[in-house]
Nanobody
Framework: QVQLVESGGGLVQAGGSLRLSCAAS????????MGWFRQAPGKERAFVAA????????YYLDSVKGRFTISRDNAKNTVYLQMNSLKPEDTAVYHC?????????????????????WGQGTQVTVSS
């Protein structure tokens, strides 16, 4: 059974940091590009960050560049999202996602529609 399980969310004051983790099972992790998305109440799920299956390429939403860092450990089947200098507008449920990357090992994917496997999400709340 393919499964993605997020952890590390919580309540933090503005300016604080959190590190999200996403543990994958039931899939060939090193063959999947990974992404983080977030969904605020009343809004659609939106792209945050992506990493290629090799880990050599990353891509970020403009508003999180310089504050968030996506990384992966293929030996642990885990992808991470380090979030620093958090702002109230970062408040959302954060989901990780996986998609098989068959061609170039440095391809990243930024669209919800490109991902086939999703985690349940972890809540991040940033207070002002």
């Amino acid at each position: 059974q393919v499964q993605l399980v997020e952890s590390g969310g919580g309540l933090v004051q503005a300016g604080g940091s959190l590190r999200l983790s996403c543990a994958a099972s039931g899939l060939t992790f090193s063959g999947n590009a990974m992404g983080w998305f977030r969904q605020a109440p009343g809004k659609e799920r939106a792209f945050v960050a992506a990493i290629s299956r090799s880990g050599t390429s990353t891509y970020y939403l403009d508003s999180v560049k310089g504050r968030f860092t996506i990384s992966r450990d293929n030996a642990k089947n885990t992808v991470y999202l380090q979030m620093n200098s958090l702002k109230p507008e970062d408040t959302a449920v954060y989901h990780c996602a996986a998609t098989v990357s068959r061609f170039f090992s440095n391809t990243v994917y930024t669209s919800v529609k490109e991902y086939t496997t999703w985690g349940q999400g972890t809540q991040v709340t940033v207070s002002s």
